[in-house]
């Protein structure tokens, strides 16, 4: 789960300082080779489009991760004891059993890393690769076409919601309903021997690339440059991170809760469409996002002065010109997550739950607050852990949209990645990383406690 703590652009910059020309890799190899010139050899670019694909995937992996570790773990091991009682190998039963069970962990999971691939603006825009998004950015700040740039944006949200409709449509008649009372007490499978180590190789040069080469370039970068570095700026840039994403992750998980909520009591097709048409926030450019948010709110202050106007009152730029545009545009972004996440974890708890409930009467307040929230007590913490790294690590929304003296880690970082000098704002990058730490190790404990 560490690389979920890593902003994307970091590591970008961190593997392009590392593997250019002039990097420690290529120059060590032309000393050990005897090699004068990039004739002489050949080595990949990191900065090109099979270079951001990896760099983004290093980071994102984690959400399916995370959300399928926590499908894993809500299944009953009877069912898989089962499976293998029928003659199925470990192997097999991962496959047609375990895996099946948790399609839409995944397809949730899936769609997560979707938007936020197809959203992405700092990785793709130091790696010099045209996708949608810089399309949007550089129509929009080069073309000054803020209409063109909407309708690009448009055919990201389309492309988005055809690839959704057609994964759900593909489902409808499924189902499946676990009962909470057979949670693992175990794990479903144990590796041994050569698969064990080969796991453990694997998984450890995952976290190698994705993580600890990355950190460690960053502590260098850190100690080196200690002197540049060092700001008492940093711990204010901090707090402000930290208000920001924890105000949001509140805000977006009581959301889902209620709508998710609503569409389970409902029981018809039509409460779907809020909750679809929600998420779809998430696959928004920060950029387009930005103006999304902005002209509404501009529009209800100027709305609000005209009619103080005799009054003599002026409210100004009380919301445009504050943090609240960039909360509001966190949550309009990050619902998504949330909303999968709890979606996934609501789906599993039996309606037959919700019929016991009703039949000692209790309300269906009631019902979610003494039955549901209970069981969902997992996926509501992955969902706010994802949410708050998140918020720490975005970015084009808070460049647009941050008022005056407001600065975040992000921004202050980005400055600095943008200017090809990561290493003045080595410490606060790697702030970024630690705070990441602190939900990381409590979404972790939890995940590992033995129900």
């Keep these: 789960m560490l690389p979920l703590a890593m902003p994307t652009y970091i590591i970008a910059y961190v593997y392009t300082d590392l593997l250019d020309y002039a990097g420690p890799v290529q120059i060590t190899l032309r000393k050990w080779f005897g090699w004068q010139s990039p004739n002489d050899y050949w080595f990949f670019d990191i900065r090109t489009l ?30 898989v004891q089962a499976s293998q009682l029928m003659g199925l190998s470990p192997w097999k039963s991962f496959f047609k059993v375990s895996l099946v069970l948790s399609r839409g962990a995944i397809v949730a999971a899936l769609a997560l890393i979707s938007m936020e691939t197809m959203a992405d603006f700092a990785t793709v825009s130091y790696f010099a690769v045209s996708t949608l998004t ?119 998980i009581t959301l889902s809760i209620l709508v998710v909520f609503y569409q389970r009591v409902a029981k018809q097709t039509y409460p779907l469409i809020p909750g679809r048409l929600a998420s779809t926030g998430y696959a928004l450019p920060g950029t387009v ?17 005209t009619v103080l106007e005799p009054y003599n009152l002026d409210i100004g730029l009380l919301l445009s010109g504050s943090v609240f545009t960039i909360i509001i545009a966190y949550i309009v972004r990050f619902y998504a997550i949330a909303h999968g996440a709890i979606e996934s974890s609501f789906l599993r708890i039996s309606p037959s739950l ?51 003296g407001f600065e975040s880690l992000a921004t202050h970082v980005f400055q600095y990645v943008s200017d090809e000098q990561l290493e003045l704002a080595s410490i606060s990058a790697l702030f970024i990383v630690i705070v990441g730490f602190i939900p990381l190790y409590f979404i972790n404990r939890s995940m590992e406690q033995r129900s």
């Design 289 to 305: 996002l930005a103006i999304a948010v902005l002209l509404p709110l501009t529009l209800l202050e100027n709305t609000i002065n």
């Design 50 to 79: 099979p270079g951001a694909i990896v760099m983004i995937a290093l980071v994102l992996y984690p959400y399916l991760f995370l959300i399928f570790k926590t499908a894993l773990r809500e299944q009953s091991f009877k069912l």
């Design 354 to 404: 919700d019929m016991a409930s009703q039949s000692m009467g209790k309300s269906q307040g009631q019902t979610l607050r003494l039955i549901h929230l209970p069981l969902l007590r997992r996926g509501l913490l992955t969902a706010a852990l994802l949410v708050f790294i998140e918020c720490m690590k975005e970015l084009p929304a808070a460049l647009l949209l941050r008022p005056f």
């Design 134 to 252: 810089t399309a949007v950015y550089d129509t929009w700040f080069g073309y000054y076409s803020l209409t063109a740039a909407a309708k690009i944006s448009g055919v990201m949200l389309l492309l988005l919601f055809l690839a959704l409709m057609a994964e759900r449509f593909s489902r409808r008649d499924q189902a499946v309903f676990e009962r909470q009372s057979s949670v693992n007490s175990e794990s479903l499978y144990i590796l041994k021997g050569k698969s064990g180590w080969l796991a453990t190789a694997f998984c450890s040069f995952i976290l190698l690339i994705s993580f600890v080469i990355p950190i460690a370039v960053l502590i260098n970068y850190a100690v080196t440059y200690f002197g540049k570095a060092w700001s008492s700026e940093f711990f204010s840039y901090a707090w402000q991170s930290l208000k920001v994403a924890g105000v949001v992750s509140l805000v977006t």
